[in-house]
């Protein structure tokens, strides 16, 4: 099975690139994420692999890093989510952002793929609430925790979140904000200072990725 590549990147297709390896070229398929972030052609790359096996084809998927391609595993376990809709989920939502939305159980942010319609998307968040918190991908550990924390408290942390979910924000984003600002302030914080640090956090957010 083939783990990883590193060549040159021969081309490069809406659904994934060519990689040459010594000469030989291997096509990989990878999300929009992945494509975004490989060189102009003729540069150097690196994938980490998956290779599936099939009676009648072998396909190549790359991942940029590790994060993205646990997710892809992780993924492809759901009933109804192959290779192909795995792919349209990590195009549409980044895998920090895809911890938040399953603990969060945030359907609405799973059927921004194409390809999840709204049964899948609650099949996807159900079958994974409790399969998140052991998975072992450093870039979103600290995002799992703090939300799923969040959760287990009632009270003032679910009435903030619902608050900003009023406000027209996603659920996910007012549980990761909600959850942030629990731990800056500590046990014991009212509801109205929850809703005010966790406005703070989203604001802070978007303007550090307008910059």
């Known amino acids: 099975m083939i783990a990883k590549l590193t ?21 990989v398929f990878a999300s929009t994420r992945t494509i975004g972030r490989l060189p102009p052609t003729g540069g150097a790359a690196r994938l980490l692999v998956e290779t599936h096996v099939r009676e009648d084809h072998i396909h190549l998927y790359g991942f940029a890093d590790a994060a993205e391609r646990d997710w892809f595993r992780l993924l492809t376990t759901v009933q109804g989510v192959g290779a192909k809709v795995a792919l349209a989920i990590l195009s549409a939502v980044a895998p920090e952002e895809l911890t938040l939305a399953i603990v969060a159980q945030d359907k609405a942010t799973m059927a921004r793929a ?40 009632p009270g003032a942390t679910g009435d903030a979140v619902s608050a900003l979910v009023n406000l027209g924000y996603r659920r996910a984003e007012a549980f990761g904000a909600v959850a942030a600002a629990s731990r800056r302030l500590g046990a014991g914080v009212k509801v109205d200072a929850l809703i005010r640090a966790g406005l703070q956090e989203l604001a802070q957010g978007a303007g550090e990725a307008a910059q």
């Open 114 to 153: 194409d390809g999840v319609g709204p049964k899948l998307a609650a099949r996807i968040v159900n079958e994974l609430k409790d399969k998140v918190g052991g998975m072992a991908l450093a870039a979103t550990n600290a995002a799992a925790r703090a939300p799923a924390a969040a959760a287990a408290e």
């Open 7 to 27: 060549g040159t990147v021969d081309s490069v297709g809406p659904d994934g690139a060519v990689i040459d390896v010594g000469g030989v070229g291997y096509l």
